[in-house]
C-alpha cells in the first residue's frame, strides 16, 4: 500500500502577496468559500510546478505548430479573391502573396500537422488544465490588479483552446451542431486563443524555465506511486496542495496516460494519410468515403467529401458535357475529344483536405496552361473556374495566374490510368500542386480566364 502523506508533511503554502487595492482583496480573502474554491479541495500529491512545465513546454511547441499551419491554411484559400471565410478580417489579413506550387506536398504537410497536431495535443491540454485546475478555482480570484489582467489573459486562453478543440473535431466528424459557420467561428476563436497564448507565454516562460531546471527528471518520472510525495513550492505557486491525499498512481504513470492518449491520436493522423493504414483513422467520416463505383477496389478508391448526388450532378452529364473557355477575343467550346487530341499530361499529385486526410494519385488530363493559350490569354493574372454544381461555397473557385501556369497544374481527365468516377468530378476536374483540396473543383463547366 503506498504511504499515506499526512497534513504535517505536507508543503506550507506561502501567504500570496496582495497588492492595490489591498483592503479589498483581504476582504474577499475572509469570506469562507464551499469547494470548488477551498484549497484543501484539490489534493492530489502529483501537481506542482515541474509537472505543469512539463506539459506546458509541450504546448509551447506544438501549439505554436499548430497555430503557425493554421493561418497558413487560411491564407491559402487565397481570402484577397473572397473565397475564404471569413471573407472580410480587416487588419487580421496575413500578407497577400502568390501562392507556392512547389512543393506539391506543401498544403499536405502543412493541414497535416495542424490536424494531426492539433489532435495529438489534445491529451497534454487537458493534462495541464488537469494540473493548474486549483488556480483556476482560487480565491478570491486576484489578489492585485496585475493578476486580474493575467486572469482576463486564462480567459482567453483556456476558452479559445476549448473552443478550438471542440469546433475542430466536430467540423471532422461532419458535425455542425454548433449552429454557424466553422470557417469563421474557427478563425475568430484562432486569434482570441493567439492573443491568450502570447500573453500567458509572456507571464509564465520564466516561471516554468525555473521549475523544469529545479525539477528532478529522474526523481519524478522513476519514483513509484508508494514513492511519490509532493513538489515543493518554495515560489508560491499555488499548485501544491496543502493537504495532499495519498498518492494513486505515480507521475510516470500519469505522464504514460497521457503519452498514450496523444499517441492514439497520431496514429488516427497517420491513418488519414497513408492509404494502407486508412482504417486507423476512426475519427475521419469522411475519410472512409471512397470514391469507387459500388465499392470497387481500384486507381478512385479514395476519399470524397462531397458526392455527386450531394451536388446535384446526374449520372448522364458526359452525354452533353464541354469544357466553355473565356477571356479571349471568342469563346472556345471544348469536348472531351477535343481534349484528348490536345495533347495529355501525367503526374504524380496528392491531394489534401481541411479535414486532415490527404492521399498521392497519379492524373491524367491536359495542362491548365495549355488551356490558356488555346483560350488566347497565354498569361493570365487569374483563371475563374466553375463547376456545374448550381449552388454551394465552392462551386467556384479563383485560382492565381501561378498556379494556372505552373507546369503540373492539370484540367484531370483520369486518374490512376482510369476515367474519373462521378464522385471524383467526372468528366474533369482541376488538380493543382499544393492548393487545398475543395480549390481542386469537381465537375469543371468553364473556365474564364482573365487578363
Same mark, same amino acid.
Not at 74 to 93: C, E, K, S
Not at 255 to 263: M, Q, R
Not at 284 to 298: E, F, I, K, L, N
Not at 392 to 413: E, I, N, T
Given at each position: ?39 484543501? *479541495? ?115 486562453? #483556456? ?204 492524373? *491524367? ?32 473557385? #479563383? ?53
Amino acid at each position: 500500500m503506498p504511504e499515506s502523506v499526512d497534513d504535517e508533511a505536507s508543503p506550507r503554502r506561502p501567504d500570496p502577496a496582495q497588492g492595490f487595492p489591498r483592503p479589498l482583496w483581504r476582504a474577499l480573502d475572509r469570506i469562507p468559500v464551499p469547494p470548488p474554491f477551498s484549497a484543501r *479541495t484539490w489534493r492530489s500529491p502529483l501537481r506542482g510546478p515541474w509537472l505543469t512545465s512539463v506539459f506546458g513546454a509541450v504546448l509551447l511547441v506544438g501549439m505554436t505548430v499548430v497555430i503557425v499551419t493554421g493561418l497558413m491554411s487560411f491564407d491559402t484559400y487565397a481570402p484577397w479573391f473572397g473565397q475564404a471565410a471569413p471573407a472580410d478580417v480587416g487588419p487580421f489579413h496575413l500578407p497577400y502573396y502568390d501562392q507556392p506550387t512547389s512543393p506539391s506536398w506543401l498544403y499536405r504537410l502543412t493541414q497535416g500537422l495542424h490536424v494531426g497536431g492539433g489532435l495529438v495535443l489534445v491529451p497534454v491540454v487537458l493534462a495541464k488544465l488537469w494540473s493548474v485546475v486549483p488556480k483556476l478555482f482560487a480565491w478570491p480570484p486576484v489578489r492585485s490588479l496585475a493578476q486580474l489582467l493575467e486572469r482576463v489573459s486564462l480567459l482567453a486562453l #483556456v476558452g479559445g483552446v476549448l473552443f478550438e478543440m471542440v469546433t475542430g473535431v466536430m467540423n471532422i466528424q461532419y458535425d455542425y451542431g454548433f449552429g454557424f459557420s466553422f470557417y469563421t467561428g474557427h478563425y475568430w476563436g484562432a486569434w482570441v486563443f493567439i492573443a491568450g497564448f502570447v500573453v500567458h507565454v509572456l507571464l509564465k516562460f520564466p516561471t516554468m524555465l525555473r521549475a523544469l531546471r529545479a525539477g528532478a527528471v529522474g526523481r519524478w518520472l522513476h519514483d513509484s506511486a508508494a514513492q511519490t510525495r509532493p513538489e515543493t513550492d518554495d515560489h508560491g505557486t499555488g499548485l501544491v496542495a496543502v493537504a495532499p491525499s495519498p498518492p494513486s498512481m505515480s507521475r510516470r504513470t500519469l505522464v504514460a496516460v497521457v503519452a498514450g492518449g496523444s499517441g492514439l491520436m497520431a496514429l488516427h493522423a497517420v491513418g488519414n494519410t497513408v492509404d494502407a493504414l486508412r482504417p486507423l483513422a476512426f475519427l475521419s467520416p469522411r475519410g472512409q468515403s471512397y470514391g469507387s463505383p459500388d465499392g470497387v477496389v481500384g486507381p478512385t478508391d479514395f476519399q470524397v467529401n462531397r458526392t455527386a448526388f450531394g451536388a446535384g450532378i446526374r449520372p448522364d452529364i458526359a452525354d452533353s458535357w464541354a469544357l466553355r473557355l473565356s477571356g479571349g477575343r471568342a469563346p472556345v467550346v471544348l469536348t472531351r475529344a477535343d481534349l484528348e487530341a490536345m495533347g495529355l499530361a501525367t503526374e504524380t499529385l496528392p491531394i489534401a483536405c481541411v479535414e486532415g486526410w490527404s492521399t498521392t494519385r497519379t492524373w *491524367t488530363g491536359v495542362r491548365l496552361r495549355d488551356l490558356a493559350a488555346r483560350a488566347g490569354v497565354p498569361s493570365p493574372s487569374t483563371a475563374v473556374v466553375q463547376s456545374l454544381e448550381a449552388a454551394g461555397p465552392f462551386a467556384r473557385v #479563383v485560382l492565381q495566374g501561378s498556379q494556372v501556369l505552373a507546369p503540373r497544374s492539370l484540367l484531370a481527365l483520369r486518374v490512376g490510368g482510369a476515367d474519373l468516377s462521378l464522385d471524383h468530378g467526372f468528366p474533369a476536374r482541376v488538380i493543382v500542386p499544393a492548393l487545398p483540396g475543395v480549390h481542386n473543383t469537381k465537375w469543371v463547366g468553364a473556365i474564364e480566364f482573365r487578363r
